[in-house]
């Protein structure tokens, strides 16, 4: 089984960056593949950005390419989302998650944090 558990959301302005962290537990962080998802009030969660075990694909959802950036030390057991350029719309609660395969469904993936909130101010 994993644990994980996110950090380093908040408030900013639009425009702004924040860099979310996933730290996980256990021995097999590497054997899984990393996903970040959100999801706003009323909406339902949506994917945002996926990392193979080896950390060599990524894949990103078309409304933020170019802006947000994901990325993996699994000598940490850690998965990160660097976020650029932030816009309010990017306003919700993210989580991460770990699966076995690099795709886009929350129901393929296995495993969830517990969310941390990012807020832009316009």
């Known amino acids: 089984q994993v644990q994980l558990v996110e950090s380093g959301g908040g408030l900013v302005q639009a425009g702004g960056s924040l860099r979310l962290s996933c730290a996980a537990s256990?021995?097999?962080?590497?054997?899984?593949?990393m996903g970040w998802f959100r999801q706003a009030p009323g909406k339902e969660r949506e994917f945002v950005a996926a990392?193979?075990?080896?950390?060599?694909?990524?894949y990103y959802t078309d409304s933020v390419k170019g802006r947000f950036t994901i990325s993996r030390d699994n000598t940490k057991n850690t998965v990160y989302l660097q976020m650029n350029s932030l816009k309010p719309e990017d306003t919700a609660v993210y989580y991460c998650?770990?699966?076995?395969?690099?795709?886009?469904?929350?129901?393929?993936?296995?495993?969830w944090g517990q969310g941390t909130q990012v807020t832009v101010s316009s």
């Open positions: 998650a770990a699966g076995p395969h690099l795709v886009t469904s929350t129901t393929m993936y296995d495993y």
């Open positions: 256990g021995r097999t962080f590497s054997s899984y593949t």
């Open positions: 990392i193979s075990r080896n950390g060599v694909s990524t």
